[in-house]
């Protein structure tokens, strides 16, 4: 006589089939569906008439041997279908690797193709085995769930849901190069979900794919795990955990290498305007210093813009970023993105510029140089002044702009356009350069 236990394992073993040939049924059906005779196919009575008719008869033939042998296509692709999803259910282990690698192949080819895949049951299957200790068997799965989640939400929130962030390897250091791209890659996927209404519950995972980073050297699987950081940045509720899991130092190396700056400083960008991240970012020895060489990417506009837009970011309302700021050289190298730069990277510069202006126009009060006796305002002592201190100004910031633009000239090498540069700044008005 069976035990209790042992009559529920076979019940809800049997369960289990019932269920996934039901899937497999309604599959068919699906399938047979689509091979049903469409309308649209059939030919126009008048088309085929008179001297028409055996051309039509021809057409006609041809079209029908083209359908007979898509069907055939379509029930061999769906009788494969029916053994590799049966034998990942309930073949051997070595069976269900064979299995992985077929639904990696089926889910390359469509995004239907995909959702019928998983909805006969292989997520959990393949999640479970993305924790194998068998290399070749974790990176089977690995592959065959980066697949299935390309281009489809569902299947994306389907593969989190059965716990895959969860079962990731926690030591990075005994996993193969090939094995920690896959896992960028899947992350980098699953790391879309953060702005749907599928988001994310944790974030544990930061830790993994740092460590992917750094150790990595490959530079598609850095490109993945820089994207995955920005799509998680975009969520100002994620600012914390990444600040505290410490991407803010490898994204500050990252944006000072070309090849990947761009998605980098987007993702700094993000985390700067939030107080946790913009303080993580000032606190950095290699602030401001990274940003202003980065201004100086004359090939690279999209980065000079995201630098510029972080600079005034850090420099807004906080003196001491200013001074940082100026102490590191920033304002010949502004002038020359004013004047060399795109068209937004000109406009963010030109307005840290101002507020350079303005904060020295501050310190330029009454609180130094010599102190004159104060008359009241309209009297013609006061007006005279005011005109002296007007054309002196002029005189200064035109001083000033010579010699910025003698160091551009020099740094661009370009002597024979000198001469045309000077013409532009005397002829320009201290409005229009605001420092």
């Not at 100086?296 to 980065?303: A, G, L, M, T, Y």
């Not at 795109?342 to 609180?367: I, N, V």
Request: hydrophobic share 40%; glycine share 4%.
């Amino acid at each position: 006589m069976s035990t209790p236990s042992s009559s529920s394992s076979i019940w809800v073993l049997s369960n289990i089939k019932l269920q996934f040939f039901a899937r497999i049924r309604r599959f068919l059906q699906s399938k047979a569906t689509r091979k049903r005779f469409d309308p649209s196919d059939r030919f126009d009575a008048a088309k085929s008439r008179g001297e028409h008719n055996k051309k039509a008869e021809n057409i006609g033939t041809e079209q029908v041997m083209q359908k007979t042998e898509e069907e055939e296509e379509e029930e061999v692709s769906a009788i494969m279908l029916q053994r590799t999803v049966k034998m990942l259910h309930f073949g051997s282990w070595e069976e269900k690797e064979v299995a992985a690698k077929e639904i990696e192949k089926l889910a390359k080819e469509d995004v239907n193709v995909r959702k019928l895949i998983t909805e006969l049951g292989v997520v959990p299957v393949l999640v479970s085995m993305a924790a194998s200790p068998v290399a070749s068997r974790r990176r089977a799965a690995l592959t065959a769930l980066v697949h299935l989640a390309d281009g489809t939400y569902t299947n994306k929130a389907l593969i989190v849901e059965a716990g895959i962030l969860c079962k990731l390897p926690k030591n990075i250091d005994l996993v193969d190069e090939s094995t920690r791209s896959k896992l960028a890659e899947l992350l980098l996927s699953l790391s879309s979900l953060a702005n749907t209404q599928f988001p994310l519950a944790s974030l544990d995972f930061l830790p993994l794919l740092r460590h992917i980073f750094e150790t990595d050297t490959c530079f598609d699987t850095k490109q993945s795990c820089l994207s995955a950081l920005y799509n998680l940045s975009t969520v100002l509720e994620n600012a914390s955990p990444m600040v505290s899991s410490g991407v803010v130092p490898i994204l500050l190396e990252a944006s000072s290498l070309k090849e990947i700056s761009e998605k980098a400083l987007a993702t700094l960008g993000n985390l700067s305007v939030t107080l946790m991240g913009k303080k993580a970012i000032e606190n950095s020895t290699m602030v401001p210093e990274t940003f202003i060489d980065i201004l100086s990417w004359e090939d690279k506009p999209k980065c000079q813009e995201l630098s510029v837009y972080i600079l005034m970011i850090l420099a807004h309302q906080s003196s001491l970023q200013r001074k940082k700021m100026a102490e590191a050289g920033i304002v010949p190298v502004l002038l020359e993105v004013v004047l060399l730069g795109s068209t937004l990277a000109q406009k963010r510069a030109m307005k840290l510029l101002q507020w350079f202006k303005d904060e020295r126009q501050t310190k330029m009060g009454p609180h130094s140089g010599p102190q004159t006796p104060r008359f009241a305002m309209g009297s013609p002592v006061n007006q005279r002044e005011a005109k002296e201190g007007k054309k002196m100004m002029k005189s200064l910031v035109k001083q000033s702009l010579h010699r910025n633009m003698e160091i551009i000239t020099h740094r661009a090498n370009a002597a024979g356009e000198s001469s045309k540069l000077k013409s532009l700044i005397i002829s320009t008005s201290s409005k229009s350069l605001p420092y």
